[in-house]
């Protein structure tokens, strides 16, 4: 099947995807003798959906500091210690290539290994550091000129330029130089919401690698292990894996599952816990969110209520997920707040949850209650996306979390999170 049979220019940059059961996952290497991974087209895909987004905006120009946007446009990645530096940037304009400005020595490597970027495309660049080199450095000053120059010989300097984040002085420059700002990261999110072949399997592979990450818990998950040895044990194998990024990693035991606390701590699991961990991490840059709850070495009939309904509750919305269909119809299959405890949505928003996957742990479509209701958007072949449920328990201090993966494709959703769910999984069963 086609991940997207409507015609359009990008449409051989698309790809075809064989669907058996599941969504394969090829292995992290390239052979001659499968198709895998196709870096070249996902490269042109990537580029040209910006595009596309970019001419049907009413933007000259994006204007990005995002690193994944940075990454989307540009085919480019640094370490995962730039993410918050604020320090790299890319410019898009209207039938223009994309140009990247760089941390130092970073800009001659891409010069160097990153032959898709038009020569004198690839700069080096800084800008501050957020703020630990002051404004008054003139560094801001000078890379406004120098953007703006290229809006000029592009034709779009009277155009407003879409920003996605960027640090206030920069802003402020920007303003002093008549550049007019706009929104540019709902065209980022637009280029990036469907997923072509290449990305599908990145993200596959990358589910992959945390299917073999939960096998590695149940294993251990045994009375005397913490939970940050499970934290540092997931590390290990998922870098010796391949991953490029551990973003993060929830491990919840015990009477901590109930409020969901969204972190992980030094506690020592106890016989009949109820656990339950979140492995946030990418591979080729594509993200996991992916849930699993375990119970370590029996389970009460408190506990598997809770996790069948939980399982019920995520059932429900994986059967309605079709192109046509929308968020509001998916979140209404989820129960309100007040039916778990929660007096409002903004209370419990992420526990009855969907959010769209790719190289940002949040894409579209956000699948709440909280926002879907009012403002619903259509699902499309192609998307992918996390599904995930909570239930607290009846003994006061349990809860089951699940969550799932899903590919948008034209006969429904499409899992990628293979690690057993559909009934509570006890570990080392006494």
């Not at 087209?41 to 500091?65: H, I, K």
């Not at 450095?137 to 879409?162: F, N, S, W």
């Not at 009939?301 to 929308?326: C, F, H, M, N």
Request: one cysteine or more; hydrophobic letters at 40%; a negative charge.
């Amino acid at each position: 099947m086609t991940i997207s049979a409507a015609p359009n220019p990008a449409h051989d940059l698309q790809g075809r995807l064989s669907v058996t059961p599941y969504i394969p996952a090829p292995g992290h290497t390239a052979v001659d003798f499968e198709t895998r991974v196709d870096f070249d087209r996902l490269r042109a895909y990537r580029l040209a959906r910006a595009r596309a987004a970019l001419e049907a905006s009413d933007l000259g120009a994006l204007l990005v500091f995002d690193v994944n946007n940075i990454r989307y446009l540009t085919n480019t990645v640094i370490g995962e210690w730039s993410r918050d530096k604020m320090t790299r940037y890319a410019l898009l304009t209207r039938g223009g290539e994309p140009v990247v400005w760089d941390f130092g020595s970073a800009a001659r490597h891409h010069q160097l290994y990153a032959p898709w970027l038009a020569p004198g495309n690839s700069r080096a660049g800084l800008l501050g550091l957020r703020g630990a080199i002051a404004p008054e450095a003139g560094l801001m000053e000078r890379a406004v000129a120098e953007i703006k120059d290229l809006l000029v010989q592009a034709g779009v300097a009277g155009e407003p330029v879409g920003i996605d984040i960027m640090e206030p002085p920069f802003l402020f420059e920007l303003q002093r130089a008549g550049i007019r700002v706009a929104d540019g990261q709902q065209v980022m999110l637009d280029a990036r919401q469907i997923k072509n072949v290449d990305e599908i399997l990145l993200l596959s592979q990358s589910a992959a690698m945390v299917d073999g990450a939960y096998q590695q818990i149940a294993d251990a998950l045994k009375p005397g292990i913490r939970e940050n040895d499970i934290v540092g044990l997931a590390h290990k194998y998922l870098y010796e894996q391949g991953s490029d990024d551990v973003e993060a990693i929830n491990a919840v035991s015990g009477e901590r599952c109930n409020p969901h606390p969204h972190n992980f701590t030094d506690r020592l699991i106890r016989p009949g816990d109820t656990c339950f961990f979140d492995i946030i991490q990418s591979y080729n840059g594509y993200r996991t969110c992916y849930y699993r709850t375990l119970n370590v070495g029996s389970a009460t009939p408190s506990q598997r209520d809770a996790y069948t309904k939980a399982r019920e509750w995520i059932d429900a919305a994986i059967e309605l997920v079709r192109p046509g269909q929308t968020t509001d119809t998916i979140a209404r299959a989820w129960p309100k707040a007040t039916e778990f405890g929660f007096a409002t949505e903004m209370d419990c928003f992420g526990l009855q949850f969907g959010h769209g996957l790719g190289l940002g742990l949040h894409e579209r479509p956000i699948i709440s209650r909280l926002t879907s209701l009012e403002n619903p958007v259509e699902i499309e072949e192609g998307m992918v996306f996390a599904l995930e449920t909570y239930c607290p328990a009846s003994d006061g201090f349990s809860a089951a979390r699940i969550e799932e993966e899903v590919v948008v494709t034209a006969d429904g959703a499409k899992v990628l999170t293979l690690f057993p769910a559909q009934d509570l999984f006890v570990a080392n069963p006494y």
